[in-house]
């Protein structure tokens, strides 16, 4: 079966710094979904790549998937306080209907 | 369109006891999936309705759980016999096609 490996787990980071989370699969990816999760709440979507070697932005948070389509990497560009929150990795297995796997997240705080 | 629903955001429940969970999806989305998540992990899919039909179901949707579609609308998931291992986030997403889905905020249930 497929999994999805998010590292770091965790992260910290001051407000105005960039940092990078990435996303390793255990197969090919045919989708790989970004979602945002506050504690507590739902998931909102952030991007979905599905080409290798596709790369999508959406203000200050890019994010890639590389050319064999195993790995993908978000990044996010002079941090602020409202990026903090949980970041998941999501992917939909090869033959599935549609429903996703997902890693266990990277959880980010952002120093004022 | 108000987005994806759930009902009720928060539910606490004794042992034992039987609880249901209520999700109205985007109205013109005709796939509806439930997920279940615990502290630290990634959203675990539980069942996917096409209108609705029941099409999938994961192997972590024991023989207490049940879950409906009537009508291909709004859905619901029903947990009997409670146990403190099904304490966890259930969350509801829908989709047109099977890409693009929109998650609820999910309901917060804790088992004592």
């Known amino acids: 079966s497929q999994e999805l490996e998010q590292s770091p787990q965790s992260l910290i980071v001051q407000e105005g710094k960039n940092l990078t989370i990435n996303c390793t699969s255990s197969?090919?990816?045919?989708?790989l979904y970004w979602y945002k999760q506050k504690y507590g709440e739902g998931l909102i979507f952030l991007m979905m790549?599905?080409?290798?070697?596709e790369e999508k932005s959406h203000e200050k948070i890019t994010a890639k998937l590389d050319e064999k389509k195993q790995q993908s990497s978000l990044h996010i560009t002079a941090s602020q306080p409202s990026h903090a929150g949980i970041y998941l990795c999501?992917?939909?297995?090869?033959?599935?209907?549609?429903?996703?796997?997902f890693g266990k997240g990277t959880k980010l705080s952002v120093k004022p | 369109d108000t987005g994806v629903s759930q009902n009720p955001r928060h539910k606490i429940t004794k042992r034992g006891q039987n609880v249901t969970f209520r999700c109205d999806p985007i109205?013109?989305?005709?796939?509806l999936y439930w997920y279940r998540q615990t502290l630290g992990q990634g959203p675990e899919f539980l069942t996917y309705?096409?209108?609705?039909?029941?099409?999938?179901k994961s192997r972590l949707l024991s023989d207490r759980f049940s879950a409906e579609r009537p009508k291909g609308s709004f859905s619901t998931l029903e947990i009997q016999r409670t146990e403190q291992g099904d304490s966890a986030m259930y969350l509801c997403?829908?989709?047109?096609?099977?890409?693009?889905?929109?998650f609820g905020s999910g309901t917060r249930l804790t088992v004592v």
């Open positions: 197969k090919t990816l045919y989708g």
């Open positions: 109205s013109e989305h005709n796939r």
């Open positions: 790549l599905q080409k290798g070697g």
């Open positions: 309705f096409q209108n609705e039909a029941q099409l999938e």
């Open positions: 997403a829908s989709s047109w096609t099977i890409y693009g889905y929109t």
């Open positions: 999501g992917a939909s297995p090869g033959g599935s209907q549609g429903n996703l796997i």
